[in-house]
């Protein structure tokens, strides 16, 4: 079993900042890409920004230059600084990482179970 468990959500006007965390326990051999996505009411899950092993970063059009990705591998942790934040930020957010739980095992998507940032106007 593999656990992530995000923190960091919450109200906040807009222009302002949050930082999202998600740490990772339970059995894990390696952790490769990690990424965070976010889910606001009607919409379907999207896609906002990726970080390699290596520590590569991709970010959705609509955040780059506002979102920085991160991770710290000894920790097993990823976080997601938020500046600038607008009201279309505003959703679910969740951390997802690619996990191989031993070493003959393929990698599987864990996934936390979310934390909701609102932006007012």
């Known amino acids: 079993q593999v656990q992530l468990v995000e923190s960091g959500g919450g109200l906040v006007q807009a222009g302002g900042s949050l930082r999202l965390s998600c740490a990772a326990s339970?059995?894990?051999?390696?952790?490769?890409?990690m990424g965070w996505y976010r889910q606001a009411p009607g919409n379907q899950r999207e896609l906002v920004a990726t970080?390699?092993?290596?520590?590569?970063?991709d970010y959705a059009d609509s955040v780059k230059g506002r979102f920085t990705i991160s991770r710290d591998n000894a920790k097993k942790m990823q976080y997601l600084q938020m500046n600038d934040l607008k009201p279309e930020d505003t959703g679910v957010y969740y951390c997802?990482?690619?996990?191989?739980?031993?070493?003959?095992?393929?990698?599987?998507?864990?996934w936390g179970q979310g934390t909701q940032v609102t932006v007012s106007s």
């Open positions: 997802n990482m690619k996990v191989r739980r031993n070493w003959r095992d393929p990698q599987d998507d864990s």
């Open positions: 970080i390699s092993r290596d520590g590569s970063t």
């Open positions: 339970g059995r894990i051999f390696s952790i490769n890409a």
